[in-house]
């Protein structure tokens, strides 16, 4: 489940992270581990809301708040994943196909070490981008595979989707192919 907002409660006892969850489900009674920049702490899951009402396990798809016990709020934030502990890894680089936009919607050419800022889940982050197989430059409305070094790791899956803009602009899109090994 990527993190979307982060709150205190019962007196800084209890963490509500809230979300939508991508996969699987979670019930009261679950370890999950807050993946983010690095490996996170391992929580319990205290309870489970949807729309404020309590219920006793989340599947797929649904947006809720999941309370955490005994947990410092400053440890999450906006941008981590909570997941299985163990289930999903981080990386600050990723081999990817990218699309950009046309001139029109407001993309422009992307050059060998430009730097992007990417969107994924709900991550915000900056990375410097290589242009795969000798090309030094890529044109709106054309793709490429590229790689990218990310500012800092984060919770990333083969075959992931990512936005990113470019200039301050909306630039394209594109699918995480290869992580490293």
């Known amino acids: 489940m990527p993190v979307e907002d982060v ?3 019962h007196q800084g006892r209890t963490v509500l ?7 699987g489900r979670v019930r009261i009674g679950n370890e999950v581990e807050v993946v983010g920049p690095s490996r996170g702490p391992i929580a319990v899951v205290d309870g489970i809301e949807d729309g404020r009402v309590r219920i006793d396990e989340a599947s797929a798809d649904m947006n809720v708040g999941v309370l955490l016990r005994g947990l ?11 997941a299985t ?27 060998v070490g430009d730097r992007l800022c990417f969107y994924t889940r709900t991550a915000v ?16 409305l054309h793709g490429a595979g590229v790689t990218v070094a990310l500012e800092a790791p ?3 899956e083969e075959g992931q989707a990512f936005a990113f803009r470019h200039r301050g602009r909306a630039a394209g899109s594109g699918i995480v192919t290869q992580l490293p090994r």
């Open 154 to 156: 984060v919770a990333l």
């Open 125 to 140: 982050l900056w990375g410097t981008v290589t242009v795969l197989h000798g090309t030094d430059v890529v044109r709106p």
């Open 7 to 9: 709150f205190r409660r």
């Open 72 to 82: 410092a709020a400053d440890v999450v934030e906006r941008g981590q994943v909570l």
């Open 17 to 23: 992270v809230t979300g939508r969850i991508e996969r």
């Open 85 to 111: 502990p163990g289930s999903i890894d981080t990386y600050a680089a990723v081999t990817a196909d990218i699309t950009l936009l046309s001139e029109e919607q407001g993309s422009t050419d992307v050059v």
